[in-house]
């Protein structure tokens, strides 16, 4: 992600490939974390989300 926003602040053109790619790679990140048990107060948090 920081070689990504390094490289449009110094305004070289980026594929739109390279966004798609790496937008695809943070979404599967919060399914990942969903599949996580909680212990304690922390699950009874997730349950009432």
Do not use: H, N, W, Y
């Not at 739109?16 to 990140?29: C, S």
């Amino acid at each position: 992600v920081c070689e990504l926003e390094k490289s449009v602040r110094a305004g070289r053109k980026v594929e739109e490939k390279e966004f798609v790619v790496l937008t695809e790679l943070l979404m599967v990140q919060p399914l990942k974390l969903d599949g996580i048990e909680a212990e304690g107060k922390a699950r009874a948090q997730r349950k009432a989300e």
